[in-house]
């Protein structure tokens, strides 16, 4: 054949045909038969499923005031696989990061070998992240990102530390209304599948499935910060007096259950929740148990009355501080005779209420322990609460029915305490305790209301009024709480002096639980309040909740009188003024 | 005779170059439309994800400045600061307050004139 311009023509073709067929076949080869992996490959590289994170719902208190608030921060990430210069890049933003810049040099040219994104620092305030923005655009240095994130924070600090409880490192609650809450205040986070370029920019028109974030509910407590406030001041104030191993104070309203305060010593800062020790973190009204001591007296002393075996006037004879019983000698602070049932709670008889109690029978004292809710949970949304510790009649040793009527053998919570006298300032009806008022969504559109709840009316309204009359005389000179008394105002509450239990059995000399509870004004309680100190350090024969716990209470209740702006009930005594010259002190009832 | 004159004729044919023109214009035109809402649609998404972005920033600086407002008028530090500079604030007394009681008779309601003379002897 000879080389003509045909034949040239032809080979050229097949030249041509030959090479667009490899590129076919190659073509095919990319396209349909190997379509899935480099499809995979390249939704690897580009395609990044965006978490876009929802809000923590805020605590608040009953005036709206914020307990628990989130802070935006930033985790500042680095991708390898956009990293050029690595020293540089560490020069640039080593100091913001508070890092050392060869550390830093080093991790980030170590982040390509592992994984693709490495974490170089978490939480870094919003400010320190646009410093950094702004110098990788002056240096046009790329491969730093940034991810929202929050700090959880708690703006008053210790106060209420123990209720509101904290939050762990993946935002969930592990302790108080933040743990029992958790669900609500959550939120749930959303997501977006999102396309970017070799630079690491989002391709908007390639956006995938797009899921938004629905922010957490905010939670509104019962608790009155005013009112918290004052409390944890005196309890301030009075751990640095008596230096007690624990402390416990709650404030409750007594019509509806709601905790108006709550604290306890020791405690711990929510927002630095790595330096606290476990017994700070423990919220001892729920999840600590006493002997209740004298205080339990308002048991028997209901049960007896409610099932009219006796009335107030009815006398009973102490023995002289010296009773024989079960081989046992049972004994008064101070030898008293013949004693009213009145008389027999104001002025704290162990003997009469023994008496008491022997007389209602082991079952029906029982009964009542169980009906002022005792022995059992009282369903707060705490965490951590335990039921207290009440044996059943048949594991009772045959001392138990002196011992129990006066607050021994028997473990109650702080809260189970204060709830059982708020029964009695309610009229006898027993309330839930209820420290969460209300769910509502980031909208404000309500969730959840709690309402007050009635467990059941444990004891006739009559009977209350007369453990409330003989409760007022408990703060007056012939009682046990002088000390308690607030001017201006009549106190019904009790005293509770009980020896601490040996963990080897037995009771510990010298150590006490000093506690009084009570309810103000007396006719028209508008609170109930408990003081409880555990193991104060005072003198032997000066170690009774009168003189203790009495005092605290009277502080508190009067600063709590003074900030609900209650009307006083009873003539104000005259104090010395500055010039030396008597006020005059003016009654509600004398302006009237 | 005519159809051999026919096969021979250069003539132009202007309805088939029209006909080739449009469909090049159309089609070059549908090509670079399509290129251009591409870019359009390019530019855009990086206008919405700039502003997304700055939208996303304004409402984080915001929240971190309200939570900082939080903070600082919180009780806690109130009550630092107030223990700090020592305003010598002193709570009442209770019996150097006087309580107003309101009458329930409708006297006492109209204004009368009044007069501090005398008040601070």
């Known amino acids: ?592 | 005779m005519n159809r051999n004159r026919r096969n021979i004729t250069h003539s132009i044919k202007v309805a088939s170059i029209f006909k080739v023109v449009i469909s090049t214009i159309i089609l070059a035109g549908a090509g670079l439309s399509y290129v251009y809402l591409k870019n359009q649609l390019q530019q855009y998404g990086e206008i919405q994800r700039r502003l997304e972005h700055e939208l996303t920033e304004l409402r984080t600086a915001s929240e971190a400045v309200r939570v900082q407002i939080t903070q600082l008028s919180s009780r806690a530090v109130l009550e630092k600061k107030l223990a700090k500079n020592s305003l010598g604030l002193v709570p009442i007394a209770s019996d150097q307050i006087v309580r107003l009681n309101q009458r329930h008779d409708g006297l006492g309601d109209e204004l009368k004139v009044v007069s501090n003379r005398g008040f601070n002897q």
């Open chain 1, 1 to 592: 054949m000879r080389w003509n311009a045909q034949a040239r023509a032809v080979t050229v073709c097949f030249g041509l045909v030959g090479v667009f067929s490899v590129f076919s076949v190659r073509l095919i080869d990319l396209q349909i038969v190997q379509h899935e992996k480099f499809t995979m490959l390249a939704a690897e590289k580009h395609n990044h499923k965006q978490i876009i994170y929802a809000r923590r719902g805020i605590i608040r208190d009953a005036h709206n005031e914020p307990l628990a608030e989130n802070i935006p921060v930033k985790t500042v990430v680095a991708d390898a696989s956009h990293i050029r210069d690595p020293e540089a890049l560490a020069a640039a933003i080593a100091d913001k990061l508070e890092m050392d810049p060869r550390d830093l040099a080093d991790k980030l040219s170590q982040s390509g070998k592992g994984s693709k994104h490495l974490v170089l620092k978490a939480e870094i305030p919003e400010q320190t992240a646009g410093k950094i923005r702004e110098s990788l655009w002056t240096s046009n240095l790329r491969g730093i990102y940034f991810d929202q994130d929050f700090v959880r924070v708690y703006p008053n600090g210790q106060m209420l530390s123990q209720v509101i409880g904290f939050v762990d490192h993946d935002h969930k609650g592990t302790m108080g209304i933040e743990r029992t809450m958790q669900e609500f205040l959550q939120g749930t986070d959303g997501f977006r599948y999102i396309e970017t370029d070799r630079t690491g920019k989002e391709l908007v028109p390639y956006r995938g499935q797009e899921s938004p974030a629905k922010d957490g509910c905010d939670v509104k407590l019962t608790v009155d910060l005013g009112l918290q406030n004052i409390v944890e001041s005196e309890l301030e104030a009075a751990c640095a007096e008596f230096k007690p191993k624990d402390a416990t104070v709650i404030m409750m309203r007594p019509q509806t259950g709601e905790i108006l305060a709550m604290a306890s010593r020791p405690c711990f800062d929510p927002n630095r929740p790595g330096e606290a020790a476990p017994d700070q973190e423990k919220n001892r009204s729920v999840t600590d148990m006493v002997e209740p001591g004298s205080t339990f007296k308002i048991v028997t002393t209901s049960a007896v009355l409610e099932e009219k075996l006796v009335t107030p006037d009815t006398t009973v004879f102490c023995e002289n501080g010296h009773f024989q019983y079960a081989g046992r000698i049972l004994r008064d602070a101070h030898p008293m005779g013949v004693l009213t049932v009145h008389q027999i709670l104001m002025k704290s008889s162990n003997i009469g209420v023994a008496k008491l109690a022997l007389q209602l029978g082991e079952l029906k004292l029982y009964e009542y322990v169980r009906r002022f809710g005792f022995g059992q949970r009282t369903g707060v949304t705490l965490s951590g609460e335990i039921p207290g510790l009440v044996n059943p009649p048949y594991r009772w040793s045959k001392l138990d029915i002196t011992r129990i009527p006066m607050g021994q053998s028997i473990a109650v919570t702080p809260l189970q305490l204060v709830t059982a006298m708020s029964c009695i300032a309610n009229g006898g009806k027993l309330m839930k305790p209820m420290i969460v008022s209300n769910i509502t969504d980031p909208d404000g559109r309500p969730v959840a209301n709690f309402t007050p709840e009635t467990v059941r009316q444990v004891i006739s309204a009559e009977t209350a009024r007369k453990i409330t009359s003989a409760l007022k005389d408990v703060v007056s000179k012939q009682g046990t709480a002088q000390k308690a008394g607030v001017p201006g105002f009549r106190v019904a509450g009790k005293t509770g002096t009980a020896q601490k239990v040996d963990p080897r059995g037995g009771y510990m000399s010298g150590r006490y639980v000093a506690s009084f509870v009570g309810f103000m004004p007396a006719d028209d309680p508008k609170f109930t309040l408990l003081v409880l100190l555990d193991d104060p350090t005072i003198k032997d024969e000066l170690a009774f909740g009168g003189v203790v716990a009495g005092p605290v209470f009277a502080r508190i209740a009067e600063k709590a009188a003074r900030y609900l702006d209650l009307r006083p009930t009873e003539p104000i005594p005259l104090q010395p003024g500055a010039n030396g010259l008597k006020k005059v002190a003016l009654s509600a009832r004398s302006r009237e």
